[in-house]
C-alpha cells in the first residue's frame, strides 16, 4: 500500500484512487459478481487502511481518491475528511447514493462506462463524467475520441499510454490509469495497467502541455488506481 503511494508520489502523480466497498453490498451488476465474490472480501479495505492511506498521501503529497460503493461507505468517507469521491458505473443509478455524494462533496467523479446513453448524458450535465470502455484490457480501436470529446474525464483501460497522452492532448480534466509494479506479475489486470515510468512519462507529457499556450487551463490531473 505505502509502496505503491510513495511511488506515484514521485513520479508526480495527482491523486492515488482505491475502492471502497463491503464485499457483501456490493451491486450484483457488478462484472463477475458471484465468481469473484471472495476475491472482494480478500481486497476490501478495512477503516484502519482507509485511515493509513489518507495520511499516507498526506505525507507524500499526495490527493486520496476513493470510489463509494455503497452509501455506508460514502459516508464513512465524508466522516474522515475526504471532500471528492468516485462512483462507479454500475452505481449510476444508485440514486440514494448518487444524492448524498450530490449533496456532501465538493466533486463526484462518475465512470459511464457500463451506463446508457441517455444516462451518460444526464451525468455530463450535472457531475464531472468519465469516458470509459469496460473492457479490460480494452482495444484501442474500441476507444472513440469524438464521444470522449462529451466527457470530463478518461478512464483508460488499453495496453499502453497513448490513448491517454492523447486524452490530454483534447483537455480532459482526469486521466485515470491502473497501476501496476510489473505487467508480468499474475493476474489480467497487470498486462493492462501502468508501470512507475509510464506514469511518469503521462506526468511528464502532461507537465509538457501545460506550459503550451494554447493548453492553458487545460490541466489534466493524472489518477492511478492503485487496488490492484
Same mark, same amino acid.
Given at each position: 500500500m505505502e509502496q505503491g503511494i510513495k511511488l506515484l508520489a514521485e513520479a508526480g502523480v495527482d491523486y492515488i484512487k482505491w475502492q471502497s466497498? $463491503?464485499?457483501?453490498? /456490493? $451491486?450484483? &451488476?457488478? @462484472?463477475?459478481?458471484?465468481?469473484?465474490?471472495?476475491?472482494? #472480501?480478500? +481486497?476490501? /479495505?478495512?477503516?484502519?487502511?482507509?485511515? %493509513?492511506?489518507?495520511?499516507?498521501?498526506? =505525507?507524500?503529497? *499526495?490527493?486520496?481518491?476513493?470510489? &463509494?460503493?455503497?452509501?455506508? !461507505?460514502?459516508? *464513512? /468517507? !465524508?466522516?474522515?475528511g475526504i471532500n471528492i469521491v468516485k462512483i462507479a458505473s454500475p452505481d449510476a443509478d444508485n440514486e440514494p447514493l448518487m444524492q448524498y455524494c450530490t449533496e456532501n462533496f465538493s466533486n463526484m467523479l462518475v465512470s459511464c462506462g457500463m451506463v446508457s446513453n441517455r444516462k451518460a448524458h444526464e451525468i455530463i450535465k450535472y457531475h464531472t463524467a468519465f469516458y470509459c470502455v469496460s473492457r479490460?484490457?480494452? @482495444?484501442? $480501436?474500441?476507444?472513440? %475520441?469524438?464521444? *470522449?470529446?462529451?466527457?470530463?474525464?478518461?478512464?483508460?483501460?488499453?495496453?499502453?499510454? =497513448?490513448?491517454?497522452k492523447k486524452a490530454i492532448d483534447m483537455g480532459m480534466e482526469y486521466i485515470e490509469r491502473h497501476f501496476t509494479l510489473g505487467k508480468d506479475l499474475p493476474g489480467n489486470d497487470h498486462k493492462f495497467s501502468s508501470t512507475v515510468s509510464e506514469f511518469k512519462e503521462l506526468v511528464d507529457y502532461r507537465n509538457y502541455k501545460a506550459?503550451? @499556450?494554447?493548453?492553458?487551463? #487545460?490541466?489534466? $490531473? +493524472? +489518477?492511478?488506481?492503485?487496488?490492484?
Open positions: 466497498f $463491503n464485499a457483501e453490498k /456490493l $451491486n450484483p &451488476a457488478w @462484472p463477475d459478481y458471484e465468481k469473484s465474490k471472495e476475491y472482494y #472480501r480478500s +481486497v476490501e /479495505l478495512s477503516p484502519s487502511d482507509h485511515t %493509513f492511506i489518507i495520511s499516507k498521501c498526506k =505525507e507524500y503529497g *499526495m490527493k486520496p481518491l476513493f470510489t &463509494a460503493f455503497s452509501l455506508d !461507505k460514502a459516508k *464513512m /468517507l !465524508k466522516e474522515l479490460y484490457p480494452c @482495444p484501442k $480501436n474500441e476507444i472513440d %475520441f469524438d464521444k *470522449m470529446a462529451l466527457f470530463d474525464g478518461f478512464s483508460d483501460h488499453t495496453a499502453d499510454i =497513448e490513448c491517454a506550459k503550451i @499556450p494554447l493548453y492553458k487551463g #487545460r490541466w489534466s $490531473n +493524472v +489518477v492511478g488506481n492503485g487496488d490492484i
